[in-house]
């Protein structure tokens, strides 16, 4: 009975210091929690009340009478804010953390022209997403950025992008994928509806309007894993090697 009642407390403990983790934050200015990067820069972070609405990401804020630029968006930093419809990110912005708008009730996403990094599950099950323009500043999208935005319908890849991560549209009902003529890492040549890795011509990720074109040699893994509404698709004979998962969970 003793063991039973340790038992109890010790959960109860635990439980309290990983809740208290979960809304660690060092200030919080116009209802946006930050933690402060080596006295440096902010980084917004998750708080105790949960964001909804309309969010604003300003480009700096004040803090005892310091100016701090904002230069990040921590880790699951909107994981689960479902009352979020609209986010703001400002110019001063580098990097969006793993997860940090996952689960989340996003339909508007604009981002500033500083950020190079969507990191991995960013966006992840924002099943309201429509649409969303990625800026010409991002060089790496990662795993699973966007996957299970089931309504995120086409996508354009900027030229500035150089990585790609594994699944990162999947379970999408993507119709129109497009690479700027400019990427010099990807394309999507012959309007095939598809990234393609230029110097391996290795096709990385797929949709249901996939024209693999004759120069394409590898599928590359998870291709088209998740691909929503894909019934149907031709393999050229110039195809000699297909990645695992490829075509996965297609239905």
Do not use: H, W
């Not at 604003?56 to 009478?65: A, N």
């Not at 991995?120 to 997403?129: D, H, I, K, P, Q």
């Not at 590898?218 to 090697?241: D, E, H, K, Q, R």
């Amino acid at each position: 009975m003793k063991s039973i009642k340790f038992s109890t407390l010790l959960l109860t403990l635990l439980l309290s210091m990983i809740s208290t983790d979960t809304f660690a934050y060092d200030f919080e200015v116009d209802g946006i929690y930050y933690n402060l990067i080596n006295g440096k820069y902010a980084e917004v972070t998750s708080g105790n009340n949960r964001y909804s609405g309309d969010v604003v990401i300003p480009e700096k804020i004040t803090y005892e009478g310091v100016e701090y630029p904002v230069e990040s968006i921590g880790d699951y930093a909107f994981s689960s804010c479902t009352s979020l419809t609209v986010i703001t990110i400002g110019n001063s912005v580098t990097s969006i953390g793993e997860y940090a708008f996952q689960d989340s009730g996003l339909t508007t996403i604009t981002i500033g022209n500083s950020v190079t990094d969507i990191g991995e599950g960013a966006f992840s099950n924002c099943f309201s997403l429509t649409s969303f323009t990625i800026p010409n500043s991002v060089t790496s999208i990662g795993n699973g950025a966007f996957s299970n935005c089931f309504n995120l319908t086409s996508i354009t890849i900027p030229s500035s992008v150089t990585s790609i991560g594994n699944g990162a549209f999947k379970y999408c009902f993507i119709t129109s994928i497009k690479v700027d003529a400019d990427n010099n890492k990807y394309d999507s040549r012959d309007n095939c509806n598809a990234i393609i890795e230029t110097s391996t011509n290795t096709l990385i990720t797929g949709c249901k309007n996939t024209i693999i074109p004759n120069s394409v040699t590898s599928i590359g893994g998870s291709a088209f894993n998740g691909c929503l509404g894909l019934t149907a698709i031709t393999i050229p004979n110039s195809v000699t090697s297909i990645g695992r998962s490829a075509f996965e969970v297609c239905i």
